[in-house]
């Protein structure tokens, strides 16, 4: 892991059930930050494999997500027949790929708890 957070951009095609990942948080969960809550196996996502569960969206489609609201980021994923992404991995997330996969079981796990009045999948 580097101490420096990452910045890259990401851009995916609309596959037949979506983009394949789901977000978390905005403006009205206490302002938090757009954050990748899953990423659906076998989607865009997945596939292209850049994006992963805790990235922070910085912007959708060139507009910043700064005090964005949940809808608003939903709406801007699915405006379009590709989405760009702007994404920020701080160095707690820049794991190896063990670590990621046990983090996606523990995300996994707890996927019932309190999480879903966030989670929408695109």
């Known amino acids: 892991p580097t101490t420096t957070d990452q910045l ?14 789901s977000i978390r948080g905005g403006r009205e969960f206490d302002a938090m930050p757009l954050f990748v809550l899953r990423v659906a196996e076998g989607g865009p996502a997945h596939v292209d494999g850049r994006l992963l569960v805790g990235d922070q969206l ?34 707690h997330q820049q794991f190896d790929e063990a670590t990621r996969a046990e983090l996606a079981a523990e995300q996994e796990a707890a996927s019932g708890s309190g999480w879903q009045a966030q989670q929408l999948r695109y």
């Open 58 to 91: 910085v912007e959708i489609n060139g507009v910043p997500t700064d005090d964005m609201t949940h809808e608003r980021g939903i709406q801007l994923i699915k405006s379009e027949p590709t989405v760009r992404l702007l994404v920020r991995r701080p160095p």
């Open 8 to 21: 890259f951009t990401v851009e995916l095609p609309r596959g037949a059930k979506g983009f394949g990942f």
